[in-house]
T-cell receptor, first 111, second 111 residues
Framework: ETGVTQTPRHLVMGMTNKKSLKCEQH?????MYWYKQSAKKPLELMFV???????ENNSVPSRFSPECPNSSHLFLHLHTLQPEDSALYLC??????????FGPGTRLTVL | QKEVEQNSGPLSVPEGAIASLNCTYS??????FFWYRQYSGKSPELIMS????GDKEDGRFTAQLNKASQYVSLLIRDSQPSDSATYLC???????????FGTGTRLQVFP
């Protein structure tokens, strides 16, 4: 384990459900990230928070809503998702120009 | 569109051989370069970072950077079956917090 935790590890939801993914980093980093990883595609950056301020939103649909209440916690709120949103959702954190450290991910299945 | 290119593989090498993984990138302003290892069903794990031209060694791993050619590589000496994984190249363009990932190269080390 890398010091970045994510819950839940697996999530199955219907298209009308609302759920949230949680990420917590114990590394004292000042930036946190949400990524989506689908089969045979590069890691897709979704959101970047630096010092608790959102600095990047890569044209992500509004059915994904991030929240960063402090430098250690990051949430991804999900509502009215589509089956194509099924993927591995990864949280990462970093400090300055150093590499990013990833959590174990949440495997999301949308029915 | 800033891009990072990797051969998807699989790259098959016998146990004890040197595995050579390559990556090219398009943004000349990139300053930081990373290699991640990702086992099937797991999240990416940072194994090497390199910031200046030349070689950087860490145990059996050597990262090589050539900014003029926009090329970064990872050598794995004395390859072991446990090295079998997908290796992701990641590049940090300019002075930003984001990383651009390649699609990864799958490495298979056979006994």
């Amino acid at each position: 384990e890398t010091g970045v935790t994510q819950t839940p590890r697996h999530l199955v939801m219907g298209m009308t459900n609302k759920k949230s993914l949680k990420c917590e980093q114990h590394l004292g980093h000042n930036a946190m990230y949400w990524y989506k990883q689908s089969a045979k595609k590069p890691l897709e950056l979704m959101f970047v928070y630096s010092l608790e301020e959102r600095v990047e939103n890569n044209s992500v649909p509004s059915r994904f809503s991030p929240e960063c209440p402090n430098s250690s916690h990051l949430f991804l709120h999900l509502h009215t998702l589509q089956p194509e949103d099924s993927a591995l959702y990864l949280c990462a954190s970093s400090q300055d120009r150093l590499g990013q450290f990833f959590g174990p991910g949440t495997r999301l299945t949308v029915l | 569109q800033k891009e990072v290119e990797q051969n998807s593989g699989p790259l098959s090498v016998p146990e004890g051989a040197i595995a050579s993984l390559n990556c090219t990138y398009s943004d000349r302003g990139s300053q930081s370069f990373f290699w991640y290892r990702q086992y099937s069903g797991k999240s990416p794990e940072l194994i090497m970072s390199i910031y200046s031209n030349g070689d950087k060694e860490d145990g059996r791993f050597t990262a090589q950077l050539n900014k003029a050619s926009q090329y970064v590589s990872l050598l794995i000496r004395d390859s072991q079956p446990s090295d079998s994984a997908t290796y992701l190249c990641a590049v940090k363009p300019g002075d930003t917090d984001k990383l651009i990932f390649g699609t990864g190269t799958r490495l298979q080390v056979f006994p």
